[in-house]
C-alpha cells in the first residue's frame, strides 16, 4: 500500500433528509476498516443552514473544502427549500469549483439482491458496469435563460454546453477504465441524430481517443434506445462513457435494475486530484423517512469504498465491497435498522 | 359515427428497413376494419430516395402531405446516410412543419405479453398510462451550434427551446386526455432543480392550467427517478406530459416495459386539425432484419388505430385494439412472419 495516504483529511457533509443517518454509517464502516489516521471535519451546508442563515456554499467554506483529501457527502435537499437553489448553489457548485469531471457510476447487480427485472430471462450473466458521467458541462452550465417571464410570450432556454477539452478529458478517462476490466468494452450513449452539434463532437472523440487503445472496443447507442438495453438486456453494458444530463437519467434506471438507489454508490472525481474528489449516495435526502432508522447506508458505506479506492487503499475498499456483498447475499426479508445494516458491514469488514 | 370521415385520402410514407413490410400489414388492418374510403398516395422518402437523388423532403411533396386527412409512416433512417440527415431533414422536418405538437404514445401491458420486469412483484394491477411528448420545441429545433470544429478549441451547444405558447398547449392537450380517463391523474416530468428555466416555465403552466381541470390530479417526477418509476411501479403512472426529448427517452423505456417497441404505437397530432397528423410505430428501420419477414407489425397496426381514433372512427378503432389484445393473448412462442401476424389480426377485426 505504498501510494496510499497514511493521513486522511475528510471533509464530511452530511446534509439533509437521511443523509446524516447514512453518513454515520458510512464512517464506522470506515472506522472499522482503515489504517490510515482519519482526521473529520463536518461542514453543516444544506436546507438547515440555508433556512438559519441564507447560506449554501460560503467562499470561505469551499475554500476550506480545497484543503482536504476527499469529502464524503450524504444527501442535499429539502421540499422547503426552492427547486434548484441547493442543487445549483451548493451540490452542483461543489462539482464545477472542484472540477469534478468524472462522475463515476457502478451498477453491480450483487448475488441475493433482487430486481424489478425478470433478471432469469433478460440478464442470466448477471450486471455489471460502470457509468462515466461528465461531470461540468452538458444542460448542467446553468447556461440559459428566460425572457418575458409570466407572459403569453415567456421564452426559456436551456444551452448544453460541450467543448473538446471537456469531453476528451472524460472520453479518455472513460477508456482508461475500460482497459483495466476483463470485457474491455466502451459504449457512448448520446442522440446524435437529433442533437447533432454535440453528438458530433462527442462521437469524434472516442473514435479518435479510442487510437489510444486499441484493445478496447467501442458501441455506441442512442439514449432512448439505451433505456430499453437497460431493460432488456443490461448485461451487455461494460463500460458506458456520457455526458452530464444522459448520464444523470441513465445512471438512476442502471440503479433501478441493479436493486435500488439504496444501493448505488458514485464518486464526483478530479482524475488530476488537483482538488478532492466528493463521494456521495446517487439517492436524495428522502425526507419522508428521515429521522426513523429506515435509510438503506449502503449506497453510502459504497461511496466510502469508492472513496479508498481514489486514495489509493484498494485493499480496503475490497473489504469494504466484500463486507457489503455478504451482508447483501444474506439479506432476505429482515428488517433491519440503518444503524444495524451499517454494524453488521462494519464487523463484517473489519474482520474481512 | 356522424362526425366521421367517409372518405380518407391518406399519405402512406413507408420508409426504409421493416417499413415497407409493417406498413402493408397496417394497411391491410385498414381495409379490413374501416367502411370508410380509403384512398391512398404512397410517396417515396427516405434512404432510397436520397441515395439516388439527394431529395429528404422536397417541398411540393411537403405541400402535397398537407392535402391528406392522416398520414402512416413506417420508418425512416438507415446507416448508409448520415446521422441527422433523414431524422432532422424529413421525420421532424414533418413534425415540425405540420406542427405536430402533440406526440402521443400509449404504453400498455396487453394480458399475455411479456415483460422483463417481474410484473407480478412490480406492477400486479398492470401498465396502462400514455405519455403526451410535446412534438415542436425542446432541444429538437436545431438550435445550437459549433464552433472551432476539429480544434483543441472546440464548443459545441445545443439549445432546448420552450415557450409558453408551446408548454401551454401541450399542457392543456395532456389534462383534456387525463380528463378523460378513470383516474384522471397527471404527472409532469422534468429537471426543474437543475433545468430551472424550462423548469419553471413547465411548473408554472401545469399549475395555471390545471385551475380549469378541477378534477384532475397533478404529480411531479424528476425525468431520472421517472425511470426508476418506470422499472419498479409503473402502474403509477395515468398520463406523463413532458418535453420533447425526456419524452422520447421515457417513451422507449415505457415500451420495453410494456412488451417492446413491436407493440408501440404513436401518433404525431395536430389536435387543432389544421393539418394532417402522422402515425407511427416508435420503432426504428431495423434494417438488420429488414425483407425477411421477421418484424412485428403490430406497433404500425395499433398506429393504425390511433389513426382512425383521430379521425372520428373510434368503434373501426376499438375492433383493432381488440384483435391486436385477442391476438396478443394468443400468442405464445409460436414463430409467425409479419404477414401472418397481420392476416390474423385483419381477420379478426373483420369480423370483430
Ligand atoms: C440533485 C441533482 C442536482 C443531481 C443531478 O442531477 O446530478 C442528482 O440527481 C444526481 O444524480 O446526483
Ligand atoms: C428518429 C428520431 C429522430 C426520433 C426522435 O428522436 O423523436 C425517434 O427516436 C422517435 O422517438 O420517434
Same sequence: chains 1, 2.
Avoid: C
Avoid at 440478464?123 to 461540468?136: K, L, N, Q, S, W
Wanted: aromatic fraction near 4%; hydrophobic fraction near 40%.
Amino acid at each position: 500500500m505504498s501510494n496510499s495516504a497514511e493521513t486522511v483529511n475528510l471533509a464530511v457533509i452530511a446534509g439533509d433528509g437521511i443523509g446524516p443517518e447514512v453518513v454515520a454509517e458510512g464512517l464506522k464502516v470506515l472506522d472499522a476498516v482503515t489504517t490510515a489516521k482519519v482526521a473529520r471535519t463536518e461542514y453543516d451546508l444544506g436546507a438547515r443552514r440555508w433556512h438559519a442563515t441564507g447560506e449554501t456554499l460560503p467562499d470561505s467554506v469551499l475554500q476550506e473544502l480545497r484543503d482536504h483529501d476527499a469529502i464524503l457527502l450524504g444527501a442535499i435537499g429539502d421540499p422547503t427549500v426552492p427547486s434548484g437553489v441547493l442543487e445549483r448553489q451548493l451540490l452542483l457548485r461543489i462539482r464545477f469549483e472542484l472540477d469534478h469531471y468524472i462522475n463515476l457510476r457502478p451498477a453491480k447487480l450483487f448475488p441475493g439482491v433482487s430486481s424489478p427485472l425478470d433478471v432469469a430471462r433478460v440478464a442470466p450473466d448477471g450486471i455489471d458496469f460502470v457509468v462515466v458521467r461528465e461531470g461540468t458541462e452538458g444542460p448542467y452550465t446553468g447556461n440559459g435563460g428566460a425572457l418575458r417571464v409570466g407572459t403569453a410570450q415567456e421564452l426559456a432556454t436551456e444551452v448544453s454546453v460541450n467543448t473538446r477539452f471537456g469531453v476528451e478529458r472524460t472520453v479518455r478517462d472513460a477508456f482508461a477504465r475500460a482497459q483495466t476490466r476483463e470485457r474491455k468494452q466502451l459504449t457512448l450513449l448520446h442522440k446524435h441524430n437529433v442533437l447533432s452539434y454535440a453528438g458530433h463532437l462527442w462521437r469524434r472523440t472516442v473514435e479518435e481517443v479510442g487510437q489510444e487503445f486499441p484493445d478496447v472496443s467501442t458501441a455506441y447507442a442512442h439514449v432512448d434506445a439505451a433505456t430499453i438495453y437497460l431493460a432488456t438486456d443490461p448485461g451487455r453494458f461494460d463500460v458506458i462513457v456520457t455526458d452530464n444530463l444522459f448520464g444523470d437519467i441513465v445512471t438512476d434506471l442502471a440503479a433501478a435494475v441493479t436493486g435500488g438507489i439504496g444501493l448505488a454508490a458514485s464518486g464526483n472525481i478530479n482524475p488530476d486530484r488537483t482538488t478532492p474528489s466528493m463521494f456521495e449516495p446517487v439517492h436524495g435526502s428522502a425526507p419522508d423517512i428521515a429521522g426513523q432508522g429506515k435509510a438503506d447506508p449502503t449506497a453510502t458505506i459504497l461511496s466510502v469504498a469508492m472513496l479508498l479506492e481514489h486514495l489509493g487503499r484498494a485493499d480496503e475498499a475490497q473489504r469494504i465491497e466484500q463486507a457489503v456483498a455478504a451482508d447483501l447475499a444474506g439479506r432476505g426479508d429482515a428488517v433491519r435498522s440503518t444503524s444495524q445494516v451499517g454494524d453488521a458491514i462494519a464487523a463484517a469488514a473489519a474482520q474481512g
